[in-house]
């Protein structure tokens, strides 16, 4: 009986060690890939609120239209991002520079008739320079009479927010006039091979410091406030007297009641005075 159980026991025993080690074996394979997974999701995270990382380089591109309808790429948009130190989400675009494709045969026709039928040049950007979304522009436009004349230099300035969102563009001459206009007749042409000069900035607006109220000002000329004013200031503020007033002395009796005293002594000097003398009457002579 005892040398048939001994197999079995030793057959249950192996069976258990195979099962622990293929679970201990299996188990650094599972941490391993959980692991890999956190991490490519910290590191890639993307939407408007990823963090960004300073001096990151970031490129959109710059179309045009030559006839009113249809846009082509015309050059890139490039630039580095200043992350806010604060808050890693915010950042704006600096040191952005355009480069821009050179006019071949057909840009260069196109252009010269909007020219000379006084049509208008557009461009376009995307709606967010960090994460363009198919179908979402910012457009602007300028008379291409204009554009002939200034020999292709142009200016062109993004308004963003600090999350990459560009809600506005301005497009204008680098000078920011028109040399010429509608009734000045022709305009220089442009060449095959001319390029644009466009120049690229970038506006972020900021928030206005809020005002206190409660702030004390000096009304007489905007000076210094003195310690004084501000010390009754907040004295008024809490409900309380101002410093400025000095405690008064207490009245003395006599200060108290003279009127009174003046009165009662008119009022005795009237009842004690003596009568007046009677008048004495002339005899009357015959």
């Not at 890693?88 to 909007?114: E, G």
């Not at 009479?145 to 020999?151: E, G």
Request: proline share 7%; hydrophobic share 35%; glycine share 8%.
């Amino acid at each position: 009986m005892t040398r048939d159980r001994t197999p079995r026991v030793r057959g249950a025993l192996v069976s258990a060690l195979a099962t622990l080690a293929l679970v201990l074996s299996s188990t650094p394979f599972v941490a391993a890939e959980a692991s890999t997974t956190t991490v490519t999701g910290q590191v890639t995270g993307s939407g408007d609120g990823a963090q960004r990382r300073g001096g990151e380089e970031v490129s959109f591109a710059i179309e045009h239209s030559l006839d009113g309808a249809t846009f082509v790429n015309t050059g890139v948009i490039t630039g580095k991002l200043a992350v806010d130190r604060s808050d890693p989400r915010n950042f704006r675009l600096s040191a952005a520079r355009a480069t821009r494709t050179a006019l071949d045969a057909a840009s260069a026709s196109a252009l010269n008739a909007l020219v000379e039928n006084d049509g208008t040049y557009r461009v376009r950007i995307p709606s967010n320079i960090v994460s363009a979304r198919e179908g979402s522009y910012v457009m602007a436009s300028l008379p291409a009479r204009c554009l002939s004349a200034a020999s292709l230099a142009d200016a062109l300035t993004l308004h963003t927010d600090d999350r990459g969102n560009a809600y506005g563009v301005e497009y204008a001459t680098a000078s920011g006039e028109c040399a010429v206009s509608s009734t000045d007749g022709a305009v220089a042409k442009v060449k095959v091979g001319m390029n644009f000069r466009t120049t690229v900035s970038v506006r972020v607006p900021k928030d206005a410091p809020g005002l206190n109220p409660n702030a004390p000002t000096d009304l007489r000329g905007g000076g210094p406030v003195s310690e004084k004013h501000k010390a009754s200031q907040k004295n008024s503020q809490r409900g309380g007297k101002s410093s400025t007033d000095s405690p008064k002395p207490p009245q003395t009796f006599m200060q108290k009641h003279w009127m009174k005293m003046m009165l009662a002594f008119y009022g005795f000097a009237f009842v004690c005075a003596p009568p007046p003398p009677p008048k004495r009457t002339k005899p009357k002579t015959q």
